[in-house]
T-cell receptor
Framework: QQQVKQSPQSLIVQKGGISIINCAYE??????FPWYQQFPGKGPALLIA?????SEKKEGRFTISFNKSAKQFSLHIMDSQPGDSATYFC???????????FGGGTRLMVKP | KAGVTQTPRYLIKTRGQQVTLSCSPI?????VSWYQQTPGQGLQFLFE???????NKGNFPGRFSGRQFSNSRSEMNVSTLELGDSALYLC???????????FGPGTRLTVT
């Protein structure tokens, strides 16, 4: 039960809009939930991360919302910009192992 | 600080050959993890090394192996290459404490 399910697979948003990507997990041992941003030809870059002791974390235009009881977390990108166009991955980890389990990815396109 | 570096960036090999990929972590980081990224399977954990010891291993056949040196640099080796091994191989480094993993640009392996 190491799966992390991510949706949607692709997303088109107008410039200035809000991009929302959702993830759900099953393993209750997960206690660290990062989001990564990946541009073509690059490795994933750590964007923002949250632990289950808080329900929300905000860094600039990026916000993670976390619902422990529902085992779901989401990434909100406010005021989306064309430069945000990339593939986004949610992931989960537990402190005992340090192996990230990734969602399937969301390809975001922000139209100017 | 310089980021995670991986060499080579691109590699073309023939089925049945073996390959060695190299990763230099961020200075001061002692943990190195390897991931395989393919369009079909997404990002999958291969293994993690910490202080020259393998601490975790993903669900990959024994043809995939790795090692870590005393300076924390790591190599991964794939023997008897198969067409399905074509992928982007990513290395991530982590400081001794904390969960944040930082990825390198990856090595694009093509098996023909």
């Amino acid at each position: 039960q190491q799966q992390v399910k991510q949706s949607p697979q692709s997303l088109i948003v107008q410039k200035g809009g809000i991009s929302i990507i959702n993830c759900a997990y099953e393993n209750t041992a997960f206690d660290y939930f990062p989001w990564y941003q990946q541009f073509p030809g690059k490795g994933p870059a750590l964007l923002i991360a949250i632990r289950p002791d808080v329900s929300e974390k905000k860094e600039g235009r990026f916000t993670i919302s976390f619902n422990k009881s529902a085992k779901q977390f989401s990434l909100h990108i406010m005021d989306s910009q064309p430069g945000d166009s990339a593939t986004y991955f949610c992931a989960a980890n537990n402190n005992a192992g340090n192996m990230l389990t990734f969602g399937g990815g969301t390809r975001l396109m922000v139209k100017p | 600080k310089a980021g995670v570096t991986q060499t080579p960036r691109y590699l073309i090999k023939t089925r049945g050959q073996q390959v060695t990929l190299s990763c230099s972590p961020i200075s001061g980081h002692r943990s190195v993890s390897w991931y395989q990224q393919t369009p079909g399977q997404g990002l999958q954990f291969l293994f993690e090394y910490f202080s020259e010891t393998q601490r975790n291993k993903g669900n990959f056949p024994g043809r995939f192996s790795g090692r870590q040196f005393s300076n924390s640099r790591s190599e991964m080796n794939v023997s008897t290459l198969e067409l399905g091994d074509s992928a982007l191989y990513l290395c991530a480094s982590r400081a001794g404490q904390g969960n944040e993993q930082y990825f390198g640009p990856g090595t694009r392996l093509t098996v023909t």
